[in-house]
Antibody, heavy 118, light 110 residues
Framework: EVQLVESGGGLVPPGGSLRVSCVGS????????MTWVRQAPGKGLEWVAG????????NYVDSVKGRFAISRDDAKNSVFLQMNSLRVEDSGVYFC???????????WGQGTMVTVSS | NFMLTQPHSLSESPGKTVTISCTGS????????VQWFQQRPGSAPTALSF?????PSGVPDRFSVSIDGSSNSASLTISGLRTEDEADYFC?????????FGGGTKLTVL
């Protein structure tokens, strides 16, 4: 059974940093692209970042470029999102999702809550 | 910036059919690999369709997707509506190397 479990969310002041993690199981982690999607309270979904197999390519939504960094450690079946210079508008639930080359996003984690507030 | 526009909300009765549209602001939605997701309150999204147009296992054939090149829109049609279909629905497409979600449609079944 495919499982994705996020962790690392919490309360951080504006300008602070946080790293959220996602561990995958039940599949060959290194064979899949991974994606981070966030959802502000009561709002829609926003694609944040994606990373290809072996980390060969990384892409970001414009609003986080230069502040967030996506990375992966295939030996630990993990993908990370390092978030720096956090803003109030970065608050929300952060989901990691598995992305199949042909099918697209096919599995989601349950998410981890990030709150940026003073 | 590329945007996907969905109706904010829709309401329909059980047993009826509803269609949710997703219109691209530019480019060709026909060549874009659109996906659809369902999200129930308090839960993570789940895929209703894949980029190749196939349905994930476990998704009933009451859910179908289509593309209309003339209006640059993708559509999700749900037939034989059930109360458990009440949820938020999101489309997802590509913008160059990134991806973009539509704003989401809140479907009420009553």
């Amino acid at each position: 059974e495919v499982q994705l479990v996020e962790s690392g969310g919490g309360l951080v002041p504006p300008g602070g940093s946080l790293r959220v993690s996602c561990v995958g199981s039940g599949f060959t982690f290194g064979s899949y692209r991974m994606t981070w999607v966030r959802q502000a309270p009561g709002k829609g979904l926003e694609w944040v970042a994606g990373i290809k197999e072996r980390g060969t390519e990384k892409n970001y939504v414009d609003s986080v470029k230069g502040r967030f960094a996506i990375s992966r450690d295939d030996a630990k079946n993990s993908v990370f999102l390092q978030m720096n210079s956090l803003r109030v508008e970065d608050s929300g639930v952060y989901f990691c999702a598995r992305k199949h080359l042909v099918r697209g996003i096919d599995y989601w984690g349950q998410g981890t809550m990030v709150t940026v507030s003073s | 910036n590329f945007m996907l526009t969905q109706p904010h909300s829709l309401s329909e009765s059980p047993g009826k059919t509803v269609t949710i549209s997703c219109t691209g602001s530019r480019g060709s939605i026909v060549r874009n690999h659109v996906q659809w997701f369902q999200q129930r309150p308090g839960s993570a999204p789940t895929a209703l369709s894949f980029e190749d147009g196939q349905r994930p296992s476990g998704v009933p054939d009451r859910f179908s997707v289509s593309i209309d090149g003339s209006s640059n829109s993708a559509s999700l049609t749900i037939s034989g509506l059930r109360t458990e279909d009440e949820a938020d629905y999101f489309c997802l497409a590509y913008d160059n190397y990134n991806q973009v979600f539509g704003g989401g449609t809140k479907l009420t079944v009553l």
